[in-house]
């Protein structure tokens, strides 16, 4: 069983940054593929970024490449995503997931074995 909980979320006006955390419970984080995932109201949770256990290859949404940045620190059973040059668009629930299994170069819901409760982020014009 693991346990994710994200903070870091927040108000932010366009251009601005922010650094979400995910912080997992339990002894095989590393084991996992990490992957984080927006969703606004309305709309089918969006694929944002992913990171690969053992190698940690990155991945990203064609949204979000070129600003935003996701890492893991295996130590600290954390990965990160760091945003920057934040838009409207982006304001969103974000969550982070992690899944044992991750065949491609982006992340299915299904594929996602926990979840987390999600931040909030909002970015004003």
């Known amino acids: 069983q693991v346990q994710l909980v994200e903070s870091g979320g927040g108000l932010v006006q366009a251009g601005g940054s922010l650094r979400l955390s995910c912080a997992a419970s339990g002894r095989t984080f590393s084991s996992y593929h990490m992957g984080w995932f927006r969703r606004t109201p309305g709309k089918e949770r969006e694929f944002v970024a992913l990171?690969?256990?053992?190698?940690?290859?990155?991945y990203y949404a064609d949204s979000v490449k070129g600003r935003f940045t996701i890492s893991r620190n295996n130590a600290k059973n954390t990965v990160y995503l760091q945003m920057n040059s934040l838009k409207p668009e982006d304001t969103a629930a974000y969550y982070c997931?992690?899944?044992?299994?991750?065949?491609?170069?982006?992340?299915?819901?299904?594929?996602?074995?926990?979840w987390g409760q999600g931040t909030q982020v909002t970015v004003s014009s």
């Open positions: 997931a992690a899944a044992s299994s991750a065949l491609g170069t982006s992340l299915n819901p299904d594929e996602c074995d926990y």
């Open positions: 990171t690969k256990r053992y190698t940690g290859s990155t």
